[in-house]
């Protein structure tokens, strides 16, 4: 019985594994060589394929920048009774459609919005359209996936090292970076890689607040509906096949600072 319980486990573990991967592999297996090089020639799919990664990493740079500070907040409980309310709305972009994020974006920051409004009549600065748009957008719908997991590694990190630092005299802040930061820097890389493949698959809040500069998912639609099946699969296929070497980079570089 519990031989039939293990192997029954084994099968659905494994028809789970190939449903997450098999459409994977089809599509880098694909497209033909030709295309593919085709397509990498092309400075429109190139330049869509450098912002996707430009922007999501810039973007995942500014979640830590941000992140940390709220994380170490969420994880030491200084929100005390509504720390749960803080939570809630810290993962609200999670659970947002992304065609509703992007709009809610440019309620605030579009040129009748809240913020875009002011910046255009003060400075005549117009952020619709723009990079700076993108990144607010992958940033927006990124950054809980950073605050949750580097929250954690806060929540995780021995109190009694905290107290044996500020009893030998340490303020707050040094407390903070020599040993809270240190210890959970392996969360802050995973948080910075989750955000980071988030962002760069970001399309729906992207296309709403900036259909130029083109990233490659907007590429991939923009191609696709100009019945170009073959320029849209190979730019996916590039794009998907970069993501993995970075991810595989990241992996190794985040495993040897660890």
Not at 170 to 181: G, M, N, S, V
Request: glycine share 6%; aromatic share 14%; proline share 4%.
């Amino acid at each position: 019985m519990k031989l039939i319980f293990k192997w029954a486990l084994g099968i659905i573990a494994a028809i789970s594994i190939l449903f997450v991967v098999l459409p994977l592999l089809r599509l880098i297996t694909y497209p033909k060589l030709f295309f593919i090089v085709a397509s990498l020639k092309d400075p429109m799919n190139l330049n869509a394929i450098f912002n996707s990664i430009f922007f999501a990493f810039i973007s995942s740079l500014l979640s830590v920048l941000f992140g940390i500070p709220l994380s170490y907040l969420l994880g030491k409980g200084y929100f005390g009774k509504i720390e749960s309310i803080v939570e809630a709305i810290c993962d609200t972009p999670l659970a947002t459609p992304h065609i509703v994020a992007g709009i809610a974006l440019l309620l605030i920051f579009g040129k009748d919005g809240v913020i875009g409004k002011l910046l255009y009549n003060a400075f005549n600065l117009k952020l619709m359209g723009t990079g700076f748009a993108v990144i607010i957008a992958m940033m927006y719908l990124s950054f809980p996936f950073f605050v949750d997991t580097v929250k954690e590694g806060f929540r995780n990190v021995d109190k009694s090292l905290e107290n044996a630092s500020r009893v030998l005299g340490a303020k707050e802040l040094h407390t903070f970076f020599l040993i809270d930061i240190p210890l959970v820097k392996g969360h802050i890389i995973s948080g910075f890689l989750s955000a980071f493949a988030r962002a760069i698959s970001e399309f729906g809040a992207v296309i709403i607040v900036a259909y130029y500069p083109m990233t490659a998912p907007i590429r991939i639609y923009d191609a696709y509906t100009q019945y170009n099946l073959e320029t849209s699969i190979s730019v996916a296929a590039t794009l998907l096949a970069i993501s993995l070497l970075i991810f595989a980079i990241l992996r190794i570089i985040g495993r040897r600072i660890k």
